[in-house]
């Protein structure tokens, strides 16, 4: 999962455009602050197994 580019959001009064589909400002919000809670979480959950991977590779 990669993070959209917000230039391509287009706003018009209450809704928005988001790529080829409409939604409401609020429903974009929580989609984009869905995308960055996934990218944190994705981020917290592949360091671990990283860091383990370069300490045991330093070791041997």
């Known amino acids: ?5 917000l230039n391509d959001i287009v ?3 209450e809704y928005a455009y988001k790529g ?3 939604m409401t400002k609020e429903s ?3 989609s984009i602050v ?3 809670m996934g ?3 994705w981020n917290i ?3 671990i197994p990283r860091m383990l991977f370069h300490f045991i590779k330093h070791i041997v």
């Open 45 to 47: 959950l592949t360091f």
């Open 11 to 13: 706003f018009l009064n």
């Open 34 to 36: 869905g995308e960055i």
């Open 1 to 5: 999962m990669r993070f959209g580019k």
């Open 39 to 41: 990218e944190i979480i």
């Open 28 to 30: 974009l919000f929580k």
């Open 20 to 22: 080829d589909s409409l």
